[in-house]
């Protein structure tokens, strides 16, 4: 039985950055209707069951309600006309508060039952919150929020194809499958991981969470940084960008506000921080760093760990801190590759004949 887990987050795109820039607001609608379309397109890939998670505000329950009772616009038609079966989809209760955790357990709850993989409506941060829940099983990340480097601008109903017919056939998808790069972050707590920027920054308290203001930070660590995209990932690609296939990460030291000074030469670089924030950072040096190399900092006064944008962890003065670059991260699901693949092997066509069997009895591609 094919199985696919959704998890939308009701907070994303709803930060600070709505205030001390110019993002616009991703409203709870509009994922509605993201995920609306991502049901249309499983229904269309022949998807038994969908696993979706109760969020607290209600996306998860109130899509399923819509898809089972059929109101508003739905699914297309199958081959001859007729309608498509429509997959079950079950509501996972994870005792949503509104928070990362939600997602985290609502991604594990997701594997544990089964799902071959599991689309999640968010930013960064949520994906990061996914990829401590979902374990092997690869994620679909579809751009809900305000930094979007690591979750992709696919469209939910062609997202839903994707994952339908990865979930039938994942064996002849596993080529469109790869690991993806993290940031393993040793602290005193234990072990944490962030998907795309860990950052020091000079403040006392965690705050607000989102970090717009360059100036406070201190230094940062990148897996990826291409250029178009905003957030702190921007800084690293108006230096030198690296792409997500790409082996190694970015670790760069901000020029401090006042105060200590650092030695070597100095270098000022533009970086689009956010939607309409264009900020100038003080660099003072940059390198490359390659899998497995541990980069160790020890804590001053007045500093906390920010975790793909969002402060989260104040740190102890002198507390040390390990930053690791592996492969390690969640799988993710390259969904115009898997598109190419099903076309070029005629299992779109096999699909649409009603032909494509879960069995592997299907096309012969």
């Not at 979750?151 to 064996?171: C, D, F």
């Not at 403040?203 to 100036?215: K, M, Y």
């Not at 230094?219 to 800084?235: I, K, M, Q, W």
Request: net charge positive; aromatic share 4%; with cysteine.
């Amino acid at each position: 039985m094919s199985c696919i887990g959704v998890i939308a987050n009701p907070q994303s795109g709803k930060d600070i950055r709505r205030l001390v820039a110019l993002a616009s607001s991703f409203s709870n609608h509009e994922k509605l209707l993201i995920v609306r379309r991502v049901l249309a397109g499983l229904e269309a890939a022949g998807a038994d069951e969908v696993l979706m998670l109760d969020d607290a505000g209600a996306l998860g329950r109130a899509a399923a309600e819509a898809y089972r009772t059929g109101s508003g616009k739905s699914g297309g038609r199958g081959g001859g006309g007729g309608r498509r079966k429509k997959p079950r989809v079950r509501l996972l209760d994870v005792g949503a508060r509104g928070e990362a955790e939600d997602t985290r357990r609502g991604a594990a709850r997701m594997r544990e039952e089964g799902a071959a993989c599991i689309v999640v409506l968010g930013g960064d941060g949520t994906s990061r919150a996914a990829a401590k829940g979902c374990g092997r099983c690869p994620l679909i990340p579809l751009s809900t929020g305000t930094n979007n480097a690591f979750s992709q601008n696919w469209e939910g109903t062609v997202a839903g194809l994707a994952a339908g017919l990865y979930a039938r056939r994942p064996r002849r998808y596993s080529r469109q499958v790869t690991s993806s790069k993290r940031l393993k972050v040793h602290i005193s707590r234990g072990v944490d991981l962030a998907l795309v920027d860990l950052a020091v920054v000079n403040e006392a308290f965690a705050g607000s969470r989102a970090v717009w203001d360059i100036e406070r930070i201190e230094s940062l660590a990148l897996t990826r940084c291409l250029p178009g995209g905003l957030g702190l990932s921007a800084v690293g690609a108006s230096l030198d960008p690296i792409g997500a296939e790409e082996p190694d990460g970015l670790w760069i030291d901000f020029t401090p506000r006042a105060g200590r000074k650092r030695p070597g030469r100095k270098t000022k670089v533009l970086a689009p921080v956010g939607p309409g924030l264009v900020q100038t950072a003080d660099i003072t040096g940059f390198k490359r760093i390659s899998p497995g190399e541990m980069i160790e900092i020890s804590a001053r006064p007045h500093q906390v760990l920010a975790f793909d944008g969002e402060r989260e962890y104040v740190l102890s003065e002198g507390e040390r801190v390990g930053v690791e670059l592996d492969r390690k991260g969640p799988r993710v699901l390259d969904v115009p590759a898997l598109l190419e693949r099903a076309a070029t092997g005629g299992h779109l066509s096999a699909l649409a004949a009603g032909g494509l069997k879960a069995s592997g009895k299907g096309s012969k591609s």
